[in-house]
């Protein structure tokens, strides 16, 4: 619900050439006025029910459509724990009004922001004037890897989840034009945390 409530404030917004766009302004603290609802969301850690929770995957979205647009990231926060459904080094984590995800476009051109969502998935299209014939996001190997450890619990708001390692992995885009590489962006270094495994023992 709040992932499709977020993809419809944005829908049809343009960011004008050398606007940065900020995805908290835009769309302002989540409200049950404004559609969105309570859903688990990891902060700090732990996995708490807060109002507008679980967005960052449209916010994830949305950055991978600026990355691979090949859009300035202005700002944004890597998740703490990496969840196998989003590209590793490639998430965004948002939180109002603490994290957001702000980008620039440093084209010549407008920028229109579609997306469409259905009970399982977000879309996010950016039109507007191509600058680069591939955008690629080239990844090292993961490494140094460190193991979770298991916790059980017998609260009554107890959410069971499964352990995640963490590890470090390193990301950097590269701009193509001619089949050549015309630029290359600073390397992106993330490091996930180990995400405990939660196995809830009560009735």
């Not at 193509?176 to 290359?184: E, H, I």
């Amino acid at each position: 619900t709040n992932i499709r409530q977020m993809a419809a404030d944005v829908d049809g917004y343009l960011v004008r050439p050398g606007q940065t766009f900020s995805l908290n302004d835009v769309v302002g603290e989540r409200t049950a006025e404004g559609g969105y609802v309570l859903a688990p969301q990891i902060v700090g850690g732990r996995l708490i029910t807060i109002m507008g929770g679980g967005t960052s995957q449209f916010a994830t979205t949305l950055y991978n459509a600026v990355f691979f647009g090949g859009y300035e990231d202005v700002a944004h926060t890597p998740m703490d724990y990496h969840s196998t459904r989003f590209p590793a080094g490639r998430d965004a984590a948002l939180l109002y009004p603490d994290l957001d995800l702000k980008w620039r476009n440093d084209s010549d051109h407008g920028v229109l922001i579609k997306t469409s969502s259905t009970e399982t998935s977000v879309t996010v299209t950016l039109y507007s004037t191509k600058r680069y014939e591939k955008v690629e996001a080239v990844e090292s190997e993961k490494r140094d890897f460190t193991p979770f450890r298991r916790e059980t619990s017998d609260a009554p708001d107890c959410v069971p989840t499964p352990g995640q390692q963490g590890f470090t992995i390193d990301v950097t885009r590269v701009f193509y034009n001619d089949g050549k590489v015309v630029k290359r962006d600073k390397k992106l270094t993330t490091k996930y945390r180990p995400r405990a495994e939660v196995v809830c023992t009560g009735n």
